[in-house]
Structures are given as C-alpha cells and as structure tokens.
C-alpha cells in the first residue's frame, strides 16, 4: 500500500486549500482513510476520516464545519478540502488508511501512512 498526499502550501488566515492523497497497492473498497496534521512540538491528531464504502465522515471538534472530506472511488483518491483557515492549522498533514471500514477515530489505529504535506496558515 502506497499513500501519496499532496496539495500543501502557504495560505492567509481564511484561506482555502485541497489535499490530495493517492492510494495504490490494492483495492480500498474495505478501507477507511484519514487525515492527520501535526504541529512543531505537538503530537499528531486526527483531523477526519471518510469510509470508501459507504462514504461516512467523522471530523474533529475543531475543524468541523470548516473541512470537508471526500473520496473518489474511480481513482483511489481522497481530498480534504480546507475552507476559512486559521494559523492554528498549521502543521504536516498526513494521509493514513486502515484495512477496516470500521469507524477510527485515533492515529494509532491507521496501519499505512502517506509522507505528509506541509500547510502554514499565515495570520
């Protein structure tokens, strides 16, 4: 399983950005995949998560109603596309799958992991 994330950069504060993350190596159908972020000096933590099959989302507390994640079955991708960023977005988000569709709400719980993709949100 190979993830690729891209679609990372600087933005001001109210931005928007979309993260890209390939997936390749197998087939997802069964797979739950999520993204991640991690600040300087801080642990990593779940942004949100999407299911291939059913297309259900869960997202944390503090970028609900601003994130969306999406998955494009045709071409193993999923996006998240961020809207109104704030500074403290800042930090390396990563892609991550998980061979269950079996909802994971923790970083612990994704097996395969993308290399990350910087996004700095300037105030």
């Known amino acids: 399983v190979q993830l690729q994330a891209s679609g990372g950069g600087l933005v001001q504060a109210g931005g928007c950005l979309r993260l890209?993350?390939?997936?390749?190596?197998?087939?997802?159908?069964?797979?739950?995949m999520a993204w991640s972020r991690q600040a300087p000096g801080k642990e990593r933590e779940f942004v949100a998560r999407i299911t291939w099959r059913s297309g259900d989302t869960y997202y944390a507390d503090s970028v609900k109603g601003r994130f969306t994640i999406t998955g494009d079955n045709a071409k193993n991708t999923v996006h998240l596309q961020m809207n109104n960023l704030k500074p403290e977005d800042t930090a390396v988000y990563y892609c991550a799958a998980r061979p269950s569709p079996v909802v994971a709400l923790t970083t612990t719980q994704y097996v395969y992991w993308g290399q990350g993709t910087q996004v700095t949100v300037s105030s």
């Open positions: 890209s993350c390939a997936a390749s190596g197998r087939s997802f159908s069964t797979y739950g």
